[in-house]
């Protein structure tokens, strides 16, 4: 069965980083974009980045030029590297998977099929 | 950027009847080279990841029971609970994938009368 599984979530100072990680089992990882998407406790979904399976990222307005995000197939994982981090990007993260199996470079047009359980980021002092 | 906007904020509804789900984007999701709207439906449980329900507004993804229908075109969509059951309280969210930054709406969360 697929399965989408985060860590690296914790406790972080105000303009700290943290790095993120997801790993990914029983699909073909490759043909598929890769997103992040947070919860802040008791608030609705964010969608924060996505990256595709020609490596073209996208972010959301709130975490561009402070996030990052990658691949790495070989390893069937991605990764979310935050920097400046702020009490507002306090939330569950969660690692999804875009729904269309790929053939080539997209646009970041994407539902969300697979979800993994999440990794909770603070930021507090 | 695409603003997605639920209504209601809450519904209540009694086993066995209908809840009508609504959601609306700031601009079209239809893409007109391939008649899609690009536009998800969610249900979220306590304690859980979402759960994609709908895509392409219409279509069911497997293994989700056919009392879920999504409806719609444009800018106006709807979810349909043709007869809710207790295990369907739950938070339910849209979500546009037509352009990037991708948005959801806020969510509607359903409650059992």
């Known amino acids: 069965e697929a399965q989408l599984v985060e860590s690296g979530g914790g406790l972080v100072q105000p303009g700290g980083s943290l790095r993120l990680s997801c790993s990914a089992s029983d699909f073909i990882f490759s043909n598929y974009d890769m997103h992040w998407v947070r919860q802040v406790t008791g608030k609705g979904l964010e969608w924060v980045s996505g990256i595709g399976i020609a490596g073209e990222t996208y972010y959301g307005d709130s975490v561009k030029g402070r996030f990052n995000i990658s691949r790495e197939n070989a390893k069937k994982s991605i990764y979310l590297q935050m920097h400046n981090l702020r009490a507002g990007d306090t939330a569950l993260y969660f690692c999804?998977?875009?729904?269309?199996?790929?053939?080539?470079?997209?646009?970041?047009?994407?539902?969300?099929?697979?979800w993994g359980q999440g990794t909770l980021v603070t930021v507090s002092s | 950027d695409i603003v997605m906007t639920q209504s209601p904020d809450s519904l209540a509804v009694s086993l066995g009847e209908r809840a009508t789900l609504n959601c609306k984007s700031s601009?079209?999701?239809?893409?007109?080279?391939?008649?899609?709207?690009?536009l998800a439906w969610y249900q979220q449980k306590p304690g859980q990841p979402p759960k994609l329900l709908i895509y392409?507004?219409?279509i069911r993804e497997s293994g989700v029971p056919d009392r879920f229908s999504g409806s719609g075109s444009g800018t106006d969509f709807t979810l349909t609970i043709s007869s809710v059951q207790a295990e369907d309280v739950a938070v339910y969210y849209c979500?546009?994938?037509?352009?990037?930054?991708?948005?959801f709406g806020g969510g509607t969360k359903l409650e059992i009368k």
């Open positions: 999804t998977r875009g729904l269309f199996e790929r053939r080539g470079s997209s646009k970041g047009d994407d539902a969300f099929d697979l």
């Open positions: 392409w507004a219409s």
């Open positions: 601009q079209s999701v239809l893409y007109r080279s391939n008649y899609k709207n690009f």
């Open positions: 979500q546009q994938y037509y352009s990037t930054p991708l948005t």
